[in-house]
């Protein structure tokens, strides 16, 4: 009798009953929220209040990069800004995989201005390299898109040392970016750096362990913390570099079907065939971002269908977690190894 009272109160302490049910509130609060809104019919819904004429814009000239070109929305958008006449630097880890989708870019836009760069972003060493004979063409770039993503459901390790989910999420993306702000000074006060974030941010607080290095990971879960840290970096981004007018955003593309989430959530893809967005709707916000005068974006704010959407779903006590963002750069800058911040 006196062990089974003391086995209650391990298992009900308030503790974890609290966090048991903040955790769950949470996951019902993103999977009604997320049905109703980041499946096609939800883009269909929200295209209602969709602009034509926001997309009509033509950006000769411009330079912009985008991350993970070959594949899903990464493509999707490598193409929509081709098409708009801009200059496409395309971000790839596999050069084969990299030149077939330049050449149908190509051959369906008719844009000539299309380059491969290859280059793996769960690796700080590869992306300083890249950057690094990048920066030596000395073009302005006007738009950095960070789309790059990985969700590896089993903790493995890259060569340096990193989760993979981590190294290309949190650290590629953060590196890059940096290393990327003398060329988007050039293009000052017409640049801006789009992070494809995830809906699934919102299921999780900002965490110190970016590395899950406590309890058992998932996949899934460090996934969502990875996409919060990208929304807390971008805020941050904002505010710390508030006089090189370069403009920071994140934004979210739904659900949309793409090789990526068929590989990475097979039973998810398999429950929503037929509901989820196309690539090309997925990354119409990043498209969106990359045209609208910047006097009409809100600085280091969250997008989703071409509205400011909330970093925080109501009563989900992630709000006051993006304190934590300052030790968070400090320890990225360390492990990339980029000088401290003054
Ligand atoms: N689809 C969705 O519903 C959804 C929802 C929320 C957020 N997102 C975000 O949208 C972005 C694009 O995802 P997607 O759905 O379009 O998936 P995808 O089809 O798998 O595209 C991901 C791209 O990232 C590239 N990539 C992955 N690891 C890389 C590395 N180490 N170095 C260089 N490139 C790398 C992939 O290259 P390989 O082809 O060589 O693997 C691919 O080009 C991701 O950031 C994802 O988190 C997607």
Redesign the pocket.
């Known amino acids: 009798m006196q062990h089974s009272t003391l086995m209650l109160k391990i298992k009900i302490s308030p503790r974890s009953l609290s966090m048991f049910l903040i955790k769950t509130w949470r996951a019902t609060a993103f999977g009604v929220y997320g049905y109703l809104n980041f499946t096609r019919n939800g883009f269909l819904e929200h295209a209602k209040n969709f602009k034509e004429e926001d997309m009509q814009k033509r950006i000769e000239g411009k330079n912009c990069i985008v ?9 999707a958008t490598a193409e929509g800004l081709a098409l708009r006449g801009a200059t496409v630097y395309m ?4 050069k084969e ?1 990299g030149e077939a989708a330049l050449s149908s870019i190509q051959s369906k836009t008719g844009n000539p201005n299309i380059h491969l760069e290859v ?4 690796s700080v060493n590869d992306i300083k390299s890249f950057t690094s004979r990048f920066s030596s063409k000395d073009v302005p770039v006007h738009v950095l898109v960070n ?5 590896e459901q089993n903790r493995v390790v890259t060569p340096e040392g990193f989760e993979t989910n981590f190294a ?2 949190v650290l ?1 993306t953060y590196t890059m970016t940096e290393l990327m702000l003398p060329l988007l000074e050039k293009a000052a006060p017409d640049a801006r750096v789009i992070t ?5 941010m919102y299921s999780v607080p900002l965490t110190t362990d970016l590395q899950f290095s406590s309890g058992k990971f998932d996949g899934v879960e460090q ?1 969502a913390r990875n ?1 919060r840290v990208q929304v807390a970096l971008t805020e941050k981004w904002s505010e710390m570099y508030k006089e090189k007018a370069i403009g920071f955003y994140s934004m ?5 079907e ?4 068929t ?1 990475s959530l097979p039973s998810f893809s398999e429950r929503f065939a037929g509901k ?1 967005r196309t ?1 090309e709707e ?1 990354a119409d916000t990043v498209v969106w971002l990359a045209l609208q005068p910047k006097e009409k974006l809100v600085p280091g704010a969250f997008y989703f269908d071409r509205a400011e959407a909330p970093k925080h779903l109501k009563f989900a006590a992630t709000g006051g977690s993006h304190t934590a963002v300052d030790s968070i750069v400090a320890n990225l800058r360390s492990m990339a190894n980029l000088p401290p911040l003054n």
Do not use: E, F, M, Q
């Open positions: 991350t993970g070109a070959n594949s899903g929305i990464g493509y971000v790839c880890r596999s995989r280059c793996d972003l769960s789309n790059a993503g990985s969700l290309v999420n590629g494809v974030s995830s809906g699934g996934y996409k979210h593309p739904g659900w949309a793409t090789p990526g989430v590989k989820l690539s997925g």
